[in-house]
T-cell receptor, first 114, second 111 residues
Framework: DAGVTQSPTHLIKTRGQQVTLRCSPK?????VSWYQQALGQGPQFIFQ???????QRGNFPDRFSGHQFPNYSSELNVNALLLGDSALYLC?????????????FGQGTRLTVV | QKEVEQNSGPLSVPEGAIASLNCTYS??????FFWYRQYSGKSPELIMS????GDKEDGRFTAQLNKASQYVSLLIRDSQPSDSATYLC???????????FGSGTRLSIRP
């Protein structure tokens, strides 16, 4: 049973460029949440996708956008990259949105903006 | 006030002892609580979930929840060097489906 997979694992981009990160949820899961984790901080919620729609959004600018496909996989797009966007980007998958639903993380994508 | 507060540590505990990790949260109606362990350079790993007041035990781990005090804790018995990691407290707000995270407590188990 495959867990949550993310690609790529590492990425280096130049300021101003655009980046796309990908996530395949755990088998049987239909909900994908994206988080940004800066060094020494806890993960910060970016947004969540369910049934191909953005269900919730955190305090991130519109430069951050996403998509969910019919097979429940998801993409995170970041436009006009800033140095401050350098972080570990985490994808978490879960089943539905119930209060007691557990979320499981992929291995993350380490993005470095230079 | 932060939504989730944790002591950043480092918390140093001798091998074999009990490590106690604490967390307070601001949303009175938070219903679900999760503890994640994160090794340096790795992604968070779910180790415990608790939904009702009281204690929940799983192996060497015990989660404790007191909703009236808005307090949740994690006890690790017989601490091992492999328990050295950052532990993230993560409540799920009842008004939304997202899970939010504290900044984590760094735990170091000394031999």
């Amino acid at each position: 049973d495959a867990g949550v997979t993310q690609s790529p694992t590492h990425l280096i981009k130049t300021r101003g460029q655009q980046v796309t990160l990908r996530c395949s949820p755990k088998s049987g899961h239909d909900t994908v949440s994206w988080y940004q984790q800066a060094l020494g901080q806890g993960p910060q919620f970016i947004f969540q996708y369910y049934e191909e729609e953005e269900r919730q959004r955190g305090n991130f600018p519109d430069r951050f956008s996403g998509h969910q496909f019919p097979n429940y996989s998801s993409e995170l797009n970041v436009n006009a990259l800033l140095l401050g966007d350098s972080a570990l980007y985490l994808c978490a998958s879960s089943l539905g949105g119930g209060l007691n639903t557990e979320a499981f993380f992929g291995q993350g994508t380490r993005l470095t903006v230079v | 006030q932060k939504e989730v507060e944790q002591n950043s540590g480092p918390l140093s505990v001798p091998e074999g002892a009990i490590a106690s990790l604490n967390c307070t949260y601001s949303d009175r109606v938070s219903q679900s609580f999760f503890w994640y362990r994160q090794y340096s350079g790795k992604s968070p790993e779910l180790i415990m979930s608790i939904y009702s007041n009281g204690d929940k035990e799983d192996g060497r781990f015990t989660a404790q929840l007191n909703k009236a005090s808005q307090y949740v804790s994690l006890l690790i018995r017989d601490s091992q060097p492999s328990d050295s990691a950052t532990y993230l407290c993560a409540p799920r707000l009842s008004s939304a489906s997202k899970i939010i995270f504290g900044s984590g407590t760094r735990l170091s188990i000394r031999p």
